[in-house]
């Protein structure tokens, strides 16, 4: 027969061991979330920008021209992404999405800085982001996103500033 004081001890290390584990694992949690979150906002990035081109292509002027045949409709499509003197289409009625939660956030933080250099780890940390590599990883890709529309620019490298 085991002493009560033994399987007492037992019981005990067992709860701190499962305490432990819950810390760890609850912090595993908000990690998966925050980068499922980044992939979810970077998805609709992409339907969004694969619509955009749909719409390029299906439109007369994006056919390929008499003067060069061996242009494909990819090619067509390259030549009609917005640039900073272009205006973006707009989405048809019904159709508008507003961005991202995280984009939101790092476009107000943008306005907040000013005229600053800042990396991405630093703009993760001032949304009280977690620093771990996901986490930065969604920020930057974020902050690509927002260069190539010329919301943001990049001011060296890994260096952005605010457009």
């Known amino acids: 027969m085991v002493p009560a004081s033994r399987s007492t001890r037992g019981i005990e290390v067992t709860a701190e061991s499962l305490q432990a584990d819950l810390g760890r694992l609850e912090l595993q949690r908000r990690a998966l979330e925050r980068e499922l979150a980044a992939v979810v906002a970077h998805l609709d990035t992409v339907q969004r920008a694969l619509g955009a081109l749909e ?13 060069d045949g061996a242009e494909t409709a990819g090619g067509a499509a390259r030549r009609r992404v917005p ?10 009625a019904g159709t508008e999405r ?22 991405a780890r630093d703009v993760a940390v001032a949304l009280g982001r977690a620093t771990d590599s996901g986490s930065i990883n969604a920020v930057r890709s974020t902050l690509d996103r927002l260069v190539g529309t010329s919301r943001v620019r990049r001011s060296g490298r890994g260096l952005y500033r605010a457009g």
Do not use: K
């Open 83 to 92: 640039g900073p003197a272009q205006a973006a289409p707009r989405p048809r």
């Open 55 to 67: 719409v390029a292509m299906a439109s007369p002027s994006a056919a390929p021209s008499s003067e």
């Open 98 to 119: 507003s961005y991202g939660r995280l984009t939101e956030q790092i476009l107000e933080y943008f306005a907040q800085v000013g005229d600053a250099d800042v990396r």
